[in-house]
């Protein structure tokens, strides 16, 4: 994480299995701007005083929600940042409908993010399609083999066509970015990044 900070100009997240504050403050130490937190591992009470805390130390949690009462108790603990893992932690399997449930239903002030199952610039575009501001980039970055090279892939989804309501629309930014998993490249229409982001000059939070 340490080499990661130093080494790039956009902000790390710690993907981590998050439980205590110490693990945030470790963190913060190793110079990252965020902090994964997962709602299905942690005991509400325990959720909400991890995300103050993050928010304390100047770190941006992104709470990782899969159900409607995750992310409930996600946006009342605060989460300005709400991820939404297509990808089930029991079985691996990945299923995007999770991410076409939830998504509309994140307010328009806090950054909706789309994780799991992008390997292309056509999955980028159905995150937007789906009202998502970011995607997370995982699994398919680890495993890809042409390196630095994998990051320069285009990013942007483009605008997407109007839709009625509930389903926003967005215009969606693909995550690219080194190991830290924190993309580099676009801006997000109508609202602002999270202050922490903004301090660390982060281009993909602009």
Not at 171 to 176: K, L
Request: with cysteine; hydrophobic share 45%.
């Amino acid at each position: 994480l340490q080499r990661a900070a130093a080494s790039q100009r956009g902000p790390c997240i710690r993907k981590d299995f998050i439980v205590d504050e110490v693990q945030l403050a470790e963190a913060r130490l190793a110079g990252a701007a965020g902090a994964l937190l997962i709602a299905r591992a942690l005991p509400s009470e325990r959720l909400h005083a991890l995300v103050h805390g993050a928010q304390m130390l100047g770190l941006e949690p992104l709470v990782e929600v899969r159900d409607e009462h995750e992310l409930d108790d996600a946006l009342a603990a605060g989460a300005r940042l709400v991820g939404v893992n297509n990808r089930d932690l029991e079985t691996l399997a990945i299923d995007d409908a999770v991410s076409a449930h939830l998504l509309p239903r994140i307010p328009r002030d806090v950054v909706a993010v789309y994780e799991s199952g992008v390997a292309a610039q056509a999955d980028v575009a159905r995150a937007a399609a789906m009202g998502a501001d970011a995607v997370l980039v995982g699994s398919w970055l680890s495993a890809a083999t042409a390196g630095a090279r994998s990051c320069r892939r285009p990013r942007s989804a483009g605008s997407c066509a109007p839709r009625t309501p509930p389903v926003r629309t967005r215009r969606a930014r693909a995550s690219w970015g080194r190991c830290s998993r924190v993309g580099r490249g676009g801006s997000m229409p109508r609202r602002r990044a999270p202050s922490t982001m903004r301090r660390r000059g982060a281009r993909a939070w602009r």
